[in-house]
T-cell receptor, first 114, second 121 residues
């Protein structure tokens, strides 16, 4: 079975400050890992994905995440928060190989303070 | 690219009636489509996985006779909530996985529709 744990259901940062959203995964097989963002009353948008290539993955809107096998982590970062980054962020895991069921974390709501 | 649409975006129906929600991949063909349910301030719960031309695979605890899924083509899947009750009120989201290009590997990411807000009165 696979699972992800997102530490902190709510994170607040000041505009211009570093964004760090934490995600730890559990998987008995090599995983694929994803970060999605959800704005109110909308579906999810893929920010970035790790599929066993480079461990540092760059995504859209200036976000990046680093896969650390030794720490079973896939934390999401952005150097400088923007007001438009305020949203709900979901970490997700699936088995490597494609077409696999994805398991989502419980989400982290990011608040950006002006 | 990789746009998924859902229709309707919101619907209100009376208890006991049925509601159909459509999920379409607009600019790609989808091998697999997924249906999720999301309660307020919670994560997505996978309801079922559907592949074109075959029966959907339902997650444990999801009633297949209540949530009918039809995956008629590589670009369209429908979810019908039959005999809806107030407890079925929720945000329903579909997603789709693109067909691999040529002999390329399967693409693991899912592209999500904007969701359908169902309210049963």
């Amino acid at each position: 079975a696979q699972s992800v744990t997102q530490l902190g259901s709510h994170v607040s940062v000041s505009e211009g400050a570093l964004v760090l959203l934490r995600c730890n995964y559990s998987s008995s097989v090599p995983p694929y890992l994803f970060w999605y963002v959800q704005y109110p009353n909308q579906g999810l948008q893929l920010l970035l994905k790790y599929t066993s290539a480079a461990t540092l993955v760059k995504g859209i809107n200036g976000f990046e995440a680093e896969f650390k096998k030794s720490e079973t982590s896939f934390h999401l970062t952005k150097p400088s928060a923007h007001m438009s980054d305020a949203a709900e962020y979901f970490c997700a895991v699936s088995k490597a190989g494609g077409y696999q069921k994805v398991t989502f974390g419980t989400g982290t709501k990011l608040q950006v303070i002006p | 690219g990789a746009v998924v649409s859902q229709h309707p975006s919101w619907v209100i129906c009376k208890s006991g009636t049925s509601v159909k929600i459509e999920c379409r991949s607009l600019d790609f063909q989808a091998t697999t489509m997924f249906w999720y349910r999301q309660f307020p301030k919670q994560s997505l719960m996978l309801m079922a996985t559907s592949n074109e031309g075959s029966k959907a695979t339902y997650e444990q605890g999801v009633e297949k006779d209540k949530f009918l899924i039809n995956h008629a083509s590589l670009t369209l899947s429908t979810l019908t909530v039959t005999s809806a009750h107030p407890e079925d009120s929720s945000f329903y989201i579909c997603s789709a996985t693109p067909l691999p290009s040529g002999r390329g590997p399967p693409r693991p990411e899912q592209y999500f529709g904007p969701g359908t807000r169902l309210t049963v009165t």
